[in-house]
């Protein structure tokens, strides 16, 4: 197989398994392992730890466990984390001669955006030829990672996926811990001691929204879960994630996913 000017040889896939609802006391440290891991959160949480610091990862994010990572992980216990796990060695990328995909002092998180549906359809690309093991399908998964792999460089290179800064962790954090509150920018930038102009510029740089449109976002998602796991009305449920006019709440709601809550409980159930 033709070698691309990224890949320097072949990566080896070891094995692909999914986390779920399941098993929701999953917990993993990766500290004596010689391969790469890559965690594709599809739904709910998880909360890691990175050389002492914590970072949480939720609904399209990818978590990179580097071999002998100083990094572990859990799963959410009120809202289990659900994703895909695959594994794999004999990494080495052009141009870094550790072979691995982050700097080893970045926090190894990337925040999906655009290509969200491309990374999860990949994912389930390989756990299917995995699960059914069609004649060559050990090709077509080598074929697959690698062009996870290659992506991900893509997106590492962009500004916009940058992994994220102690700064904007912070914010991110509180965000997702406090969204049921009305926050403003300047509320936000007080944390953090920095103005709010700074704030606004770098979050959107590192975390590829502006604060307050991420607190929309966790809002919205939080939305979603209730929806699908609770008999809340689309009123209670707006009141409880922050917003007291229902209607606004419908209006943002399918502006975000596309249907009204109402619409978005049917198809989920």
Same mark, same amino acid.
């Given at each position: 197989? =033709? ?32 391969? *790469?891991?890559?965690?594709?959160? +599809? +739904? ?16 399209? &994010? ?15 216990? &009120? ?5 895909? @796990? ?17 700097? /080893? *002092? ?11 549906? $491309? ?18 399908? #050990?090709?077509?998964?080598? @074929? ?12 590492? !290179? ?11 962790? $912070?914010? !991110?954090?509180?965000? $997702?811990?406090?969204?049921? #509150? ?18 606004? %510029?770098?979050?959107?740089? =590192?975390?590829?929204? /502006?604060?307050? #449109?991420?607190?929309? %976002? ?52």
């Amino acid at each position: 197989m =033709e070698k691309s000017s990224i890949l320097l040889n072949t990566p080896r896939f070891f094995t692909i398994r999914e986390i779920n609802e399941n098993s929701p006391n999953w917990f993993k440290q990766h500290s004596d392992n010689d391969y *790469t891991e890559i965690i594709y959160i +599809q +739904q709910g949480c998880g909360e890691f730890i990175f050389e002492e610091k914590p970072f949480m990862g939720q609904e399209g &994010d990818l978590i990179i466990f580097h071999p002998f990572s100083p990094i572990e992980g859990k799963s959410c216990i &009120d809202d289990p984390l659900k994703g895909i @796990s695959i594994c794999f060695s004999n990494l080495h990328i052009n141009g870094n001669d550790k072979g691995w995909l982050t700097d /080893p *002092t970045d926090f190894p998180i990337i925040h999906l955006l655009e290509e969200k549906n $491309e990374i999860h359809n990949y994912f389930h690309a390989i756990l299917r030829e995995y699960d059914l093991k069609h004649s060559g399908y #050990q090709y077509v998964i080598s @074929s697959i990672l690698q062009a996870v792999i290659i992506k991900i460089t893509r997106l590492l !290179k962009n500004t916009n996926h940058h992994s994220v800064s102690p700064v904007c962790l $912070e914010v !991110k954090k509180y965000i $997702e811990e406090n969204f049921r #509150q009305e926050l403003t920018l300047n509320d936000l930038a007080n944390i953090v001691y920095v103005s709010p102009y700074h704030l606004s %510029h770098v979050f959107k740089d =590192e975390v590829g929204l /502006p604060p307050i #449109q991420y607190l929309i %976002h966790c809002r919205i998602e939080e939305a979603k879960r209730l929806l699908k796991h609770s008999n809340l009305s689309v009123r209670e449920i707006a009141s409880i994630i922050g917003y007291e006019n229902p209607n606004y709440f419908n209006l943002l709601f399918k502006k975000m996913t596309g249907s009204p809550p109402g619409k978005f409980r049917r198809m989920k159930t």
